[in-house]
T-cell receptor
Framework: AQSVTQLGSHVSVSEGALVLLRCNYSSSVPPYLFWYVQYPNQGLQLLLK??????LVKGINDFEAEFKKSETSFHLTKPSAHMSDAAEYFCAVSERADKLSFGAGTTVTVRA | DGGITQSPKYLFRKEGQNVTLSCEQNLNHDAMYWYRQDPGQGLRLIYYSQIVNDFQKGDIAEGYSVSREKKESFPLTVTSAQKNPTAFYLCASRGSGRVFGNEQFFGPGTRLTVL
């Protein structure tokens, strides 16, 4: 069975600092992995996805994530936080590309 | 402009009433999904459909019903049997095969409040 754990429900960073959001997954087969972002009262927007082509995945707005099979992790990073990065971020896993299982989400606050 | 539309954006329901949330997509996607979002719980799958005239229950289907008569449309009915329906509801769609990839695309959501 597939599942996702996001470590830390809230992360606060200073503008210009590194953003690191942690995601660990469990899956019985090589998974598809995704990071989505959600702004208040809006739908989810795909940031990036892992589909086994490369372990380091680059997404939109300078976000990237690294797939580490040995650690069953898919952590999301951004080198320099911007005020517009304040949002909620969801990690999701899919074993067969049909259904997604989502983590509980991490809310990012950016301090000026 | 291709995408997913949900209506209405805000919906208020009295206890004991059924309400239907609309979801339409013009992405030519085969699969469509309904999720419920509550604070601190992520997204939970209510129903999904991988093809017209077929759908499956997700993790929290009790008190909800769906239909899939057209490829473009996947309406969700929240029935009076749903004991705690106040939530944010998100619709998504997914293409299939190499052309579309495998990610889900989301609509803007409907916020349902029971009065």
């Amino acid at each position: 069975a597939q599942s996702v754990t996001q470590l830390g429900s809230h992360v606060s960073v200073s503008e210009g600092a590194l953003v690191l959001l942690r995601c660990n997954y469990s899956s019985s087969v090589p998974p598809y992995l995704f990071w989505y972002v959600q702004y208040p009262n809006q739908g989810l927007q795909l940031l990036l996805k892992y589909t086994s082509a490369a372990t380091l995945v680059k997404g939109i707005n300078d976000f990237e994530a690294e797939f580490k099979k040995s650690e069953t992790s898919f952590h999301l990073t951004k080198p320099s936080a911007h005020m517009s990065d304040a949002a909620e971020y969801f990690c999701a896993v899919s074993e067969r590309a049909d259904k997604l299982s989502f983590g509980a989400g991490t809310t990012v606050t950016v301090r000026a | 402009d291709g995408g997913i539309t949900q209506s209405p954006k805000y919906l208020f329901r009295k206890e004991g009433q059924n309400v239907t949330l609309s979801c339409e997509q013009n992405l030519n996607h085969d699969a469509m999904y309904w999720y419920r979002q509550d604070p601190g719980q992520g997204l939970r799958l209510i129903y999904y459909s991988q093809i017209v005239n077929d759908f499956q229950k997700g993790d929290i289907a009790e008190g909800y019903s769906v239909s899939r008569e057209k490829k473009e449309s996947f309406p969700l009915t929240v029935t009076s049997a749903q004991k705690n329906p106040t939530a944010f509801y998100l619709c998504a769609s997914r293409g299939s095969g190499r052309v579309f990839g495998n990610e889900q695309f989301f609509g803007p959501g409907t916020r349902l409040t029971v009065l």
